[in-house]
């Protein structure tokens, strides 16, 4: 977690005599620990960069109290205007070589299973020589079905065509039994 700040040029030069914070007149306390601060280098930080100090949030808390105290037209913001946030390097702790083994082992078993899994299915026959006889069965199971579904819908077409026709002359001759004298038209007489 971050707790320190890359100060920036404007709060060193501010800190120098003559700079922004020597008419504040800073309490001799926090003035010698800001100094201190700014005299020393991050552990991670290389002298090609340029200067680069670290100030711990707690001081620039106490600044900014300070400078609210005494209603300075001096802001923080601009004081830390150019300053970043330290953020030191994680350093990783070294891995059990035990444990690396052990993951090494797991991730070979499961490359194995995928692979066998994948592979399941894969037969070593040359299919220039037709297959296997269990091929040869397949494909009849398959032939018969296909022809079993075909005959179904002939027989059931055929049935449908035949209950059709004979349920029409049933129909339509008990119809016909039922009224074998019309009744005449009644004659009406002329006007």
Do not use: W
Not at 118 to 130: A, E, L, W
């Amino acid at each position: 977690m971050a707790s320190h700040l890359l100060a920036g040029e404007r709060l060193v030069r501010a800190l120098l005599p003559g700079g922004e914070l020597e008419p504040e007149q800073l309490p001799p306390r926090l003035r010698a620990e800001l100094e201190a601060a700014l005299g020393e280098k991050p552990e991670g930080g290389d002298s090609a960069s340029g200067p680069a100090h670290l100030v711990s949030f707690r001081l620039i808390r106490e600044l900014h109290q300070y400078l609210r105290e005494r209603d300075s037209t001096l802001y923080l913001h601009e004081l830390l205007e150019g300053s970043e946030i330290y953020l030191p390097e994680v350093v990783k702790p070294p891995r059990n070589p035990e444990l690396v083994a052990r993951l090494e082992k797991i991730k070979i078993q499961l490359a194995n299973e995928e692979y066998k899994r994948i592979t399941r299915n894969v037969t070593c026959q040359d299919s220039k020589h037709g297959g296997t006889l269990s091929d040869l069965g397949k494909q009849v199971r398959s032939v018969k079905a296909l022809v079993i579904t075909i005959f179904n819908f002939i027989v059931t077409v055929a049935a449908a065509f035949v209950c059709t026709y004979l349920g029409s002359q049933y129909v339509f001759t008990e119809m016909a039994s039922k009224n074998p004298d019309p009744l005449p038209f009644p004659s009406f007489p002329p006007l």
